[in-house]
């Protein structure tokens, strides 16, 4: 009667999700069945032995299986200084392109998953299109677009700028897989949309060795071909376009335009011996030690993580460190009643580049910029010193994840929930002397939080119909609170540098910034899961869901999803011995796209630009500012904005041969995101350039193909696997709001049937040698504006023959993103030494070398003041840039190198030798002793394996790009130079169990 009531109470009370503590025993390890198992503490043939075990058992428990093919190779991967989850994922499988920017160490990094699903046209736009990340089934919170919203440029955000995915202990990590197939992000809903990725954290001790530990050591190389260049490199440069000044007069004229620092050959200061890279670049120390303990049996079991990295940069004295701690635990109250915790930590320090940029663009103030920083060693450092004296510039991030779940299984019926949190803050404070800033120094300080706290709950029931027809029947109520949130102030013209303080430094202005982003979202989903014997597989998913983010008169959206496989193998080709794995498998769905900003909801407002009359960006505000904010440069939020949702559909086969030596999977996709909301212009009549409306539509297809195979496999001998992949992507604007056929935004312009990754560029043709090849049309020169081209002007086509240039003469061109990406990965062992070597490469893209448009456009740039005529130290630096480009007049009124033309459009295809990895396991054996006569071992020495390795990163690259790496591009395709070096290492490392 006790227990029965028990039982009742539960299924009353639970509705969840979760880990079910289940377990299979083999061969002395014990398995829960949802769970892979890490070859960090398992061989092989535990493996396979696991693999069997949990198809048999997956069968037996009328539980639909759908394999996956996109799990890293965490083993190899671990062998690497690799810190966050994009680095694991770059270059590892196909459909996903990861863009790291720059190598200061724990920077932010773009990802995406086959493809770019809306149009980019600023960071905050970038961060709106990457993957979720779960943990443990926690959808992870990162920085919300917003706070690129304060700033006057989007150089960088407020606040710390770390990239918070580089917060997770990956040696603790068991499992990392990508999900891409409709129906199975369509259980995932709104948040899932621009594709998943589940991290799956250690979260208990299964069996084996129940002590683990890996620690590694190495250093980071900066570049060894570094050309320092001075004052004379620049003079030298500047007097090539001497040859277009015809008379004294236009020579002298131009020579009056150059800047003080160039004229005078006796200053030392920039004419003296360059020495500046040895106090740029260093050599730099890589570290990383971990350590899990864990032990129980399929009761009651915890497992305890440790892990702390060090990951310097090889420029600027960039640093990174982590200390990360993880707890889990699972016990059964009773056999049907169990309860599980998980508890994830992790403290980041990040200490970022010195650019002059990224100071600037923070405290927005320019001051004379006339003269740039000295490449002479002596006075690089004095400046140095002073930069370090009284500068303060701390970066911290917290972390903390978890969840508490409590599960019943009782007769096929499966209950569980879960409580989940999320929680990081986000804390900087910085402060600029006086002598940094022309005697006006500079304090901030930045507190934010991103909270997410979900109440998960499920119930599955399965059954059968004469053990052929497995059902499983499930329900799912989710419910989510996110909230991020920050404090942001600013002063200006503080009395004393000693005081870097807002509150005892006596500044004289001071700005604050308060904003809160919040969504609170509801879902229900249902599925059924139906399978005939090990021939067939269907899901059916139906899902509704709720946002306060949305209006009010669409803030429901229901949205189906199925999916099938056929086992071609055992229907009708069972006899052919050769053929391994036959199947096909298909899958639709339709999925609400997460809104990470609330401004839509709240109806009609505007954002002014112009709120505080020195042109500050403020984020929308509808409280009585409109009065005065006018005008407005931005959008106006109105009513009958809906949900935007994605439609996906894919289809693929997979196959194996030989016994499953040789496997080929093939998968075609078809993304289209329908209803984006997107900013179109309006007569500025009303006080606004622009409005919000749904209506775009952008679709992405493509190919996907992964070629594995084991050419040679003999345990005691020698043995070769390889993979090969290849993903092929194509995006395409299929509509814009209201049936325009265009849209231009900025720099950018949507065309319909186009690329939304294209270029908008004039089409350079040359030079006009002469005022007679100037094109003349009704006794007028070709012109742009009121400007007449003439001898050494740019010849830029003219589209449309209307003798005159402008944006109607732009054309579409190129892409930002690589049409084709892929990898090869192969691995030898011989014995007890294996080696592994890791090549990617992306084909098809291009980007604007604006770091050779801002070399040759000088002469407009210094006399333009903005952030864009900066000269850092590292530009002192003779690259590989193209130094081709036709000399035209500096002194023409047309700005003859600005970037928006494809004379600096280059391409970008590359191919990297990312990784080798050798590595020797050495046996531990167990010491034999006679005792009564026999040969016994005792069991005292628990030490098994010891694998010791040592790898080589980032070692060759192959590339026509002139640029320094390929990869250094920012994500709107243009190429800057401020990416620090993707720099090699070597690591030397070692990990055991006992």
């Known amino acids: 009667m006790r227990n029965a009531i028990i039982r009742f109470c539960a299924i009353v009370a639970l509705l969840g999700f979760g880990n079910e503590i289940r377990a299979v025993r083999s061969g002395g390890h014990l398995f829960l069945l949802n769970d892979s198992i890490s070859p960090d503490e398992n061989n092989g043939k535990v493996i396979e032995e696991y693999d069997s075990i949990r198809a048999a058992h997956a069968l037996k428990e009328n539980a639909v299986v759908y394999a996956s093919k996109d799990t890293l190779d965490l083993w190899r991967l671990s062998c690497s200084p690799y810190i966050s989850v ?20 724990g920077s932010i990094q773009n990802m995406l998953i086959r493809g770019l699903s809306s149009p980019v046209f600023s960071k905050g736009d970038m961060s709106s299109a990457q993957p979720v990340v779960y943990l443990n089934g926690i959808p992870l919170l990162t920085n919300d677009a917003f706070v690129y919203g304060i700033k006057s440029t989007e150089v960088n955000p407020i606040g710390t700028a770390t990239n918070i995915l580089s917060g997770l202990n990956l040696d603790n990590v068991e499992s990392i897989e990508v999900i891409k197939d409709a129906a199975r992000l369509a259980k995932l ?75 005078d050959v006796r200053d030392m200061n920039f004419f003296g011996e360059p020495g500046w890279a040895d106090d740029y670049y260093s050599m730099s120390p890589l570290y990383n030690f971990s350590a899990s303990m864990g032990s129980g049996g399929s009761f009651s079991n915890y497992i305890f993580m440790l892990g702390y990295t060090g990951n310097n940069g090889v420029a600027d004295e960039t640093k990174f460190n982590k200390l990360t701690a993880n707890f ?3 016990m059964k109250l009773m056999e049907q009643l169990g309860v599980s915790c998980l508890i994830n930590l992790s403290r980041i320090s990040r200490d970022g580049n010195r650019n002059l940029r990224d100071r600037y663009a923070e405290i927005e103030y320019l001051p004379d910029l006339t003269t740039p920083l000295s490449p002479v060693t002596s006075i690089y450092r004095s400046y140095l010193d002073v930069y370090e004296e009284y500068k303060k510039n701390d970066n911290l991030n917290n972390l903390l994840n978890g969840y508490l779940g409590v599960n019943y299984n009782w007769r096929g019926l499966y209950v569980d929930t879960r409580l989940m949190l999320d929680y ?87 700005k604050r910034y308060v904003d809160k982003m919040q969504n609170n979202m509801v879902s229900t989903l249902f599925s059924i899961d139906y399978r005939y014997r090990n021939l067939l597989d269907a899901q059916l998913v139906l899902r509704a869901d709720g946002s306060s983010n949305v209006q009010k008169d669409s803030r429901w959206l229901f949205t189906p999803a199925a999916s099938v496989s056929l086992n071609l193998k055992d229907l009708l080709l069972k006899d052919i011995k050769q053929l391994s794995d036959l199947a096909i498998r298909g899958s639709w769905a339709r999925i609400g796209r997460y809104q990470d900003n609330n401004r839509f909801a709240a109806g009609p407002q505007y954002t002014g630009e112009e709120l505080t009359g020195i042109g500050q960006p403020v984020m929308s505000s509808y409280y009585g500012y409109a009065t005065i904010a006018r005008p407005y440069n931005t959008a106006w939020v109105g009513y009958g904005l809906g949900w935007p949702y994605s439609d996906k559909w894919n289809i693929g086969l997979n196959t194996s041969f030989f016994n499953k030596r040789l496997s ?66 194509k995006n395409e604007l299929l509509q814009l709001p209201e049936n325009l056929k265009e849209l231009v935004i900025g720099n950018r312009k949507l065309k319909v049937g186009h690329a939304i990754d294209q270029f908008w560029l004039y089409q350079n043709e040359g030079i006009y040698a002469s005022d007679a090849e100037v094109p003349v049309h009704n006794g007028k020169k070709l012109t742009m504006g009121a400007i007449a081209f003439a001898k050494n002007d740019p010849k830029w086509k003219d589209q449309n023959n209307d003798n005159q240039i402008n944006e109607n003469d732009k054309i579409l061109k190129g892409h930002s993103l690589p049409p084709v990406t892929g990898s090869l990965v192969n691995n030898f062992r011989l014995g007890q030494f294996d080696l592994g070597i890791n090549l990617f490469f992306a084909l098809g893209h291009d980007a604007i070398n604006y770091r050779s448009s801002q070399r040759y456009n000088f002469l407009a740039l210094e006399n333009t003041p903005s952030l864009e005529g900066l000269r850092e130290i590292f530009f002192w630096q003779s690259t590989y840039d193209k130094d081709d480009y036709p000399l035209y007049n500096q002194m023409s009124g047309l700005t003859p190198y600005r970037a928006e033309q494809d004379l600096f459009l280059e391409k970008l295809s590359y191919l990297k030798l990312r990784s080798v990895t050798l590595g020797y396991t050495l046996p531990i054996r167990k010491k034999a002793y006679k005792g009564g006569g026999k040969k016994k071992v005792v069991s005292k020495n628990k030490l098994e394996n010891i694998y010791f390795y040592v790898t080589g990163n980032n070692l060759l690259t192959l590339t026509s790009f002139s640029g320094d790496d390929p990869e250094l591009i920012d994500m709107d395709g243009y190429y800057r130079g401020y990416g620090q070096p993707l720099s090699r290492s070597v690591i030397v490392g070692m990990k055991f169990n006992f």
């Open 86 to 105: 994009q680095q694991y994922l770059k270059g590892t499988l196909p459909g996903v392109y990861v863009q790291e920017t720059t190598g200061e160490p």
């Open 328 to 330: 889990a635990l699972n």
């Open 664 to 729: 080929l999977d093939i998968e075609y996709y078809n993304n289209t995101d329908c209803d984006l909301i997107t900013t179109i212009p309006v007569n500025e009549e009303f006080g606004y350039k622009y409005r919000y409306a749904n209506g775009m539509k952008v679709r992405n297809s493509g190919v996907e193909m992964t070629l594995s195979g084991k050419p040679f496999e003999n345990t005691k001998g020698f043995s070769w696997d390889a993979s090969f992949s290849l993903a092929y992507n």
């Open 189 to 263: 809903g709104p948040l899932a949309a621009n594709g998943a990725i589940l991290v799956n954290m250690k979260d208990g001790y299964y069996g084996g060795s129940n002590m683990f530990v890996r620690a590694n050591g190495g250093i980071a190389i900066p570049p060894s071909d570094v050309k320092m260049t001075n004052a004379a490199n620049d003079y030298a440069f500047r007097m090539r376009f001497t040859d277009y000044c015809t008379t004294k007069e236009q020579r002298a004229a131009y020579l009056n335009k150059m800047p003080a620092w160039i004229q």
């Open 424 to 510: 990081n803050t986000n804390v900087r404070h910085v402060f600029w002397p006086m002598d940094l800033m022309e005697s006006v120094n500079y304090v901030s300080n930045y507190s934010g939080y991103n909270r997410r706290l979900i109440w998960q709950s499920s119930a599955d029931y399965k059954f059968d119909f004469w053990k052929s027809h497995f059902f499983k029947v499930g329900l799912q109520e989710i419910i989510m609170k996110s909230v991020q949130h920050y404090n942001y102030t600013q002063g200006y013209d503080g009395d004393d540098d000693t005081k870097p303080t807002t509150s005892g430094g006596g500044f004289k202005q001071t």
